[in-house]
Protein backbone atom coordinates (compact mmCIF):
# COMPACT_ATOMS: atom_id res chain seq x y z
CA UNK A 1 0.00 0.00 0.00
CA UNK A 2 1.31 3.02 -0.97
CA UNK A 3 -0.25 6.39 0.27
CA UNK A 4 0.04 9.97 -0.05
CA UNK A 5 -0.71 12.18 3.73
CA UNK A 6 -1.80 15.79 3.27
CA UNK A 7 -3.36 18.63 5.05
CA UNK A 8 -3.66 22.40 6.01
CA UNK A 9 -0.37 22.90 8.43
CA UNK A 10 -1.32 21.88 12.54
CA UNK A 11 -3.91 19.62 11.39
CA UNK A 12 -1.62 17.08 12.25
CA UNK A 13 -0.93 15.02 9.24
CA UNK A 14 2.13 14.06 10.56
CA UNK A 15 1.08 12.62 13.41
CA UNK A 16 -1.27 10.64 11.12
CA UNK A 17 1.53 9.49 9.27
CA UNK A 18 3.57 8.33 12.09
CA UNK A 19 0.84 6.59 13.90
CA UNK A 20 -0.30 4.95 10.02
CA UNK A 21 3.19 3.88 9.33
CA UNK A 22 3.40 2.31 12.91
CA UNK A 23 0.11 0.49 12.66
CA UNK A 24 1.51 -1.27 8.89
CA UNK A 25 4.70 -2.53 10.83
CA UNK A 26 2.18 -4.33 12.98
CA UNK A 27 0.48 -6.66 9.94
CA UNK A 28 4.26 -7.67 9.08
CA UNK A 29 4.70 -5.33 6.37
CA UNK A 30 8.33 -3.14 6.12
CA UNK A 31 7.49 0.55 5.61
CA UNK A 32 9.24 3.42 3.94
CA UNK A 33 8.34 6.50 5.38
CA UNK A 34 9.24 9.31 3.62
CA UNK A 35 9.56 13.05 5.30
CA UNK A 36 8.38 15.13 2.04
CA UNK A 37 7.49 17.97 4.63
CA UNK A 38 9.67 21.34 4.66
CA UNK A 39 8.86 21.31 8.39
CA UNK A 40 10.66 17.84 9.23
CA UNK A 41 9.15 16.36 11.91
CA UNK A 42 8.14 12.91 11.28
CA UNK A 43 10.86 11.17 13.17
CA UNK A 44 9.78 11.75 16.39
CA UNK A 45 6.08 10.79 15.62
CA UNK A 46 7.46 7.25 14.31
CA UNK A 47 9.36 7.02 17.76
CA UNK A 48 12.88 7.64 16.73
CA UNK A 49 14.85 8.88 19.40
CA UNK A 50 16.13 13.02 19.05
CA UNK A 51 19.93 11.61 18.91
CA UNK A 52 18.91 9.04 16.37
CA UNK A 53 16.95 12.77 14.34
CA UNK A 54 20.31 14.68 14.75
CA UNK A 55 21.97 12.73 12.45
CA UNK A 56 20.08 12.90 9.77
CA UNK A 57 20.61 15.58 6.89
CA UNK A 58 17.70 16.01 4.74
CA UNK A 59 18.57 14.41 0.98
CA UNK A 60 17.56 17.41 -0.46
CA UNK A 61 21.31 19.26 1.51
CA UNK A 62 23.36 16.56 0.11
CA UNK A 63 25.32 18.79 -1.93
CA UNK A 64 28.29 16.47 -2.74
CA UNK A 65 25.79 13.42 -3.25
CA UNK A 66 23.55 15.52 -5.72
CA UNK A 67 26.47 16.55 -7.47
CA UNK A 68 27.78 13.40 -8.02
CA UNK A 69 24.56 11.68 -8.91
CA UNK A 70 23.05 14.53 -11.27
CA UNK A 71 26.69 15.68 -12.71
CA UNK A 72 25.78 19.47 -11.67
CA UNK A 73 25.85 21.83 -8.67
CA UNK A 74 23.20 21.84 -6.33
CA UNK A 75 21.19 25.30 -6.71
CA UNK A 76 21.83 26.06 -10.27
CA UNK A 77 18.93 26.10 -12.62
CA UNK A 78 18.28 25.35 -16.05
CA UNK A 79 22.00 24.26 -16.39
CA UNK A 80 23.02 20.64 -18.02
CA UNK A 81 22.78 17.51 -16.06
CA UNK A 82 21.44 14.10 -15.76
CA UNK A 83 17.73 13.36 -16.15
CA UNK A 84 18.18 9.45 -15.20
CA UNK A 85 20.39 9.72 -12.01
CA UNK A 86 21.03 6.75 -9.97
CA UNK A 87 18.73 6.45 -7.18
CA UNK A 88 17.95 2.95 -6.36
CA UNK A 89 20.47 2.60 -3.29
CA UNK A 90 19.21 5.96 -1.97
CA UNK A 91 17.03 4.55 0.64
CA UNK A 92 19.22 2.14 1.99
CA UNK A 93 21.97 4.24 2.52
CA UNK A 94 20.45 7.38 3.74
CA UNK A 95 17.37 6.15 5.98
CA UNK A 96 16.91 5.49 9.45
CA UNK A 97 15.87 1.85 10.32
CA UNK A 98 14.27 0.17 13.40
CA UNK A 99 12.84 -3.44 12.16
CA UNK A 100 10.39 -3.30 9.75
CA UNK A 101 10.77 0.53 9.49
CA UNK A 102 13.00 2.94 7.31
CA UNK A 103 12.72 6.99 7.35
CA UNK A 104 14.22 8.66 4.12
CA UNK A 105 13.81 13.10 4.78
CA UNK A 106 13.72 14.38 1.68
CA UNK A 107 13.67 18.47 2.40
CA UNK A 108 12.85 21.40 0.62
CA UNK A 109 13.34 21.72 -3.06
CA UNK A 110 14.61 25.09 -3.82
CA UNK A 111 11.88 27.76 -6.01
CA UNK A 112 13.26 28.59 -9.48
CA UNK A 113 11.28 31.61 -10.79
CA UNK A 114 7.81 29.72 -12.40
CA UNK A 115 9.18 26.16 -11.50
CA UNK A 116 12.38 24.62 -10.11
CA UNK A 117 14.10 22.43 -13.40
CA UNK A 118 17.32 21.96 -10.65
CA UNK A 119 19.51 19.29 -9.95
CA UNK A 120 17.75 18.67 -6.90
CA UNK A 121 14.02 18.74 -8.33
CA UNK A 122 15.18 16.13 -10.86
CA UNK A 123 16.90 13.79 -8.15
CA UNK A 124 14.30 13.83 -5.85
CA UNK A 125 11.50 13.41 -8.32
CA UNK A 126 13.11 10.68 -9.57
CA UNK A 127 13.29 8.85 -6.30
CA UNK A 128 10.29 9.22 -5.91
CA UNK A 129 8.77 7.78 -9.06
CA UNK A 130 11.55 4.81 -8.30
CA UNK A 131 9.95 4.42 -4.68
CA UNK A 132 6.31 4.79 -5.20
CA UNK A 133 6.71 2.43 -8.74
CA UNK A 134 9.59 0.11 -7.84
CA UNK A 135 10.07 -0.70 -4.45
CA UNK A 136 7.94 -3.19 -2.43
CA UNK A 137 7.43 -2.48 0.63
CA UNK A 138 4.64 -0.22 2.36
CA UNK A 139 5.07 3.61 1.03
CA UNK A 140 4.15 6.39 3.77
CA UNK A 141 4.19 9.59 2.16
CA UNK A 142 3.91 12.70 4.76
CA UNK A 143 3.68 15.95 2.47
CA UNK A 144 3.07 19.52 2.84
CA UNK A 145 -0.62 20.93 1.33
CA UNK A 146 1.38 21.46 -1.97
CA UNK A 147 2.25 18.87 -3.92
CA UNK A 148 5.48 19.97 -5.45
CA UNK A 149 7.76 16.86 -4.90
CA UNK A 150 5.36 14.89 -7.07
CA UNK A 151 4.78 14.94 -10.68
CA UNK A 152 2.97 12.92 -12.89
CA UNK A 153 5.50 9.79 -13.16
CA UNK A 154 5.32 9.27 -9.86
CA UNK A 155 1.72 9.30 -9.10
CA UNK A 156 0.56 6.60 -11.17
CA UNK A 157 1.98 4.58 -7.93
CA UNK A 158 0.20 6.26 -5.30
CA UNK A 159 -2.92 3.71 -3.97
CA UNK A 160 -4.54 6.65 -1.91
CA UNK A 161 -3.59 10.30 -1.35
CA UNK A 162 -5.21 10.97 2.29
CA UNK A 163 -6.46 14.72 2.92
CA UNK A 164 -6.13 15.05 7.11
CA UNK A 165 -8.84 17.64 8.31
CA UNK A 166 -10.01 19.60 11.44
CA UNK A 167 -13.35 20.76 12.59
CA UNK A 168 -12.59 23.97 10.60
CA UNK A 169 -13.52 25.52 7.58
CA UNK A 170 -10.21 26.79 6.46
CA UNK A 171 -9.26 23.04 6.69
CA UNK A 172 -12.04 21.89 4.50
CA UNK A 173 -10.73 24.68 2.17
CA UNK A 174 -7.07 23.06 1.93
CA UNK A 175 -8.83 19.75 1.46
CA UNK A 176 -10.92 20.92 -1.89
CA UNK A 177 -7.36 22.44 -2.52
CA UNK A 178 -5.78 19.45 -2.38
CA UNK A 179 -8.69 17.35 -4.35
CA UNK A 180 -7.90 19.30 -7.31
CA UNK A 181 -3.97 19.35 -7.14
CA UNK A 182 -4.08 15.52 -6.68
CA UNK A 183 -6.86 15.35 -9.86
CA UNK A 184 -4.45 17.32 -11.83
CA UNK A 185 -1.96 15.17 -11.07
CA UNK A 186 -4.25 11.90 -11.67
CA UNK A 187 -4.91 11.00 -8.47
CA UNK A 188 -8.32 9.62 -8.01
CA UNK A 189 -8.28 8.09 -5.26
CA UNK A 190 -8.56 10.84 -2.26
CA UNK A 191 -10.00 10.44 1.53
CA UNK A 192 -10.38 12.33 4.33
CA UNK A 193 -9.56 11.55 7.96
CA UNK A 194 -10.90 13.72 10.58
CA UNK A 195 -8.65 14.82 13.67
CA UNK A 196 -9.01 16.91 16.29
CA UNK A 197 -12.66 15.60 17.06
CA UNK A 198 -14.27 16.90 20.20
CA UNK A 199 -18.04 15.84 19.58
CA UNK A 200 -20.96 14.19 17.04
CA UNK A 201 -21.23 17.99 16.02
CA UNK A 202 -17.50 17.89 14.97
CA UNK A 203 -18.22 14.66 12.70
CA UNK A 204 -20.95 15.87 11.47
CA UNK A 205 -19.61 19.71 10.02
CA UNK A 206 -16.69 17.38 8.14
CA UNK A 207 -19.23 14.85 6.85
CA UNK A 208 -21.75 17.47 5.20
CA UNK A 209 -19.28 20.07 4.01
CA UNK A 210 -17.22 17.21 2.35
CA UNK A 211 -19.57 14.87 0.74
CA UNK A 212 -17.65 14.92 -2.21
CA UNK A 213 -15.12 13.23 -0.36
CA UNK A 214 -14.94 9.59 1.55
CA UNK A 215 -14.18 9.60 5.42
CA UNK A 216 -12.09 6.94 6.75
CA UNK A 217 -12.52 7.73 9.91
CA UNK A 218 -12.30 10.09 12.58
CA UNK A 219 -9.26 11.03 15.21
CA UNK A 220 -11.19 12.31 18.58
CA UNK A 221 -8.55 15.33 20.18
CA UNK A 222 -6.43 14.19 23.23
CA UNK A 223 -4.19 16.08 25.52
CA UNK A 224 -2.25 13.46 25.80
CA UNK A 225 -1.31 13.56 22.17
CA UNK A 226 -0.13 17.12 23.21
CA UNK A 227 1.66 15.75 26.04
CA UNK A 228 3.40 13.09 23.72
CA UNK A 229 4.75 15.54 21.68
CA UNK A 230 6.34 17.66 24.20
CA UNK A 231 8.04 14.92 25.42
CA UNK A 232 9.13 13.83 21.96
CA UNK A 233 7.32 10.69 21.94
CA UNK A 234 5.27 8.91 19.52
CA UNK A 235 1.62 9.12 19.94
CA UNK A 236 1.71 4.82 18.61
CA UNK A 237 3.67 4.11 22.01
CA UNK A 238 1.65 6.21 24.37
CA UNK A 239 -2.24 6.19 23.00
CA UNK A 240 -3.58 3.63 22.92
CA UNK A 241 -7.36 5.02 22.23
CA UNK A 242 -5.37 6.67 19.28
CA UNK A 243 -3.62 4.18 17.58
CA UNK A 244 -6.80 2.11 17.89
CA UNK A 245 -8.67 4.88 15.81
CA UNK A 246 -6.22 4.59 12.85
CA UNK A 247 -6.08 1.06 13.33
CA UNK A 248 -10.04 1.32 12.31
CA UNK A 249 -8.31 4.58 9.53
CA UNK A 250 -6.23 1.53 8.40
CA UNK A 251 -8.65 -1.11 7.44
CA UNK A 252 -11.20 1.12 5.81
CA UNK A 253 -8.81 2.33 3.71
CA UNK A 254 -7.71 -1.38 2.91
CA UNK A 255 -11.67 -2.47 2.04
CA UNK A 256 -11.67 0.95 -0.36
CA UNK A 257 -8.86 -0.15 -1.98
CA UNK A 258 -10.27 -3.79 -2.47
CA UNK A 259 -13.10 -2.57 -4.29
CA UNK A 260 -11.78 -0.01 -6.29
Given at each position: ??????????????????????????????????????????????????????????????????????????????????????????????????????????????????????????????????????R????????????????R???????????????????????R?I???????????????????????????????????????????????????????????????????????????S??????
Amino acid sequence: MKIAISGKGGVGKTTLAGTLARVITETGHKVLAIDADPDANLASALGFTSDEVAKVTPFAEMTDFIQERTGSRKGTYGGMFKLNPQVDDIPERFSLTRENLKLLVLGTIPEGGGGCYCPESVILKFLLRHILLQRDESIILDMEAGLEHLGRGATRGIDAFIVVVEPGSRSLQTARQIRKLAGDLGIDQVYVVGNKIFSDDDRGFITENLAEFKVLGFIDYDQEIVAADRRDQAPFDVNPKMVEAVRGVYENLSRELAQS
